[in-house]
């Protein structure tokens, strides 16, 4: 299970007027009106099965977000259907905002949606390039227009993933940049849909207030999608497989420290759902790891897998401590 934000290589070389070209293949002769297809077929040709079946296994639940990125697939899959009988139909608008907290897996929904919209041939290339206002909005005049067209130059064929959108732009600013990079991102979802999809994400209610200050960008926006964040139970489910993936394992008596550690935790400033779970996990392996070195005794291959109690139970935020000291240095 993948929490983190590594994306697949964005290509090269095609500049902000053009995509790069791919190799386009010659398309079959439309079938007959009483010919039939078999969609099971379809689907194992298209890879959407292994690609949905990652997004299952990398996070947990989030049934709302998995059910609307299988309708979309299955949406896509239909226009694919239609177009083998020769029937045309509107392309859908894709363009999309993913809502909720950090770490509740927007961006790892993110690389599954370029790689699905990839694999239906909705858009040529399967890449994601993620990006925050830093990297569009420049500081003097001139600077900020040739900045958007980079990352959109950069992102063409794919997926744009634009974090914390809502920064784009800071109207109690008067010397502030974002708008022309909002009017040139606005100009091109709506006219080169067919090249790329881009994301908005961030907190739900400042997306609310960007979108309200901003109708154009919420007009072009065809889907809405939170994400909420995860139970308690759903955390240690994540911390559960955030281990099994590394080759460590709870004792029972370790996973009711967890429990009450990812309880505390919740509860203090900044928590970042799996993020801060991964963020936990390391510091219980730094003092696994200091534990085992610093009683020099011969261990078995059980003690190197083992996280005990007293990985977590030296942690600041279960001796009461605020959420900043326990960044800092627990």
Known sequence: MKFGTTLP?????????????????????????????????EREATDVDAILGSLDRELVALAPVKTRIREIAALLLVDRLRRRFGIESTRPTLHMCFTGGPGTGKTTVAVRMAQLLKSLGYLPKGHLVS???????????GHTAPKTKEVLARAMGGVLFIDEAYYLHRPENERDYGQEAIEILLQVMENRRDELVVILAGYKDRMDGFFASNPGMSSRIAHHIDFPDYSLDELLAIGELMLAEQSYEFTPATRDVFRSYLEHRRRQPRFANARSVRNALERARLRQANRIVSAGRPVGRRDLLRIEPEDFLASRVLAGDDEETENRCA
């Not at 070209?21 to 439309?30: G, K, Q, R, V």
């Not at 925050?132 to 005049?141: A, C, F, S």
Request: glycine share 12%; hydrophobic share 35%; proline share 7%.
């Open 9 to 41: 290589h964005s290509d090269g070389g095609a500049g902000f007027n053009g995509v790069a070209e791919e190799e386009s293949a010659i398309p079959p002769e439309p079938l007959s009106s009483d010919a039939t297809i078999d969609v099971a077929s």
């Open 131 to 141: 990006v925050t206002r830093d990297e569009m909005v420049g500081q003097y005049i």
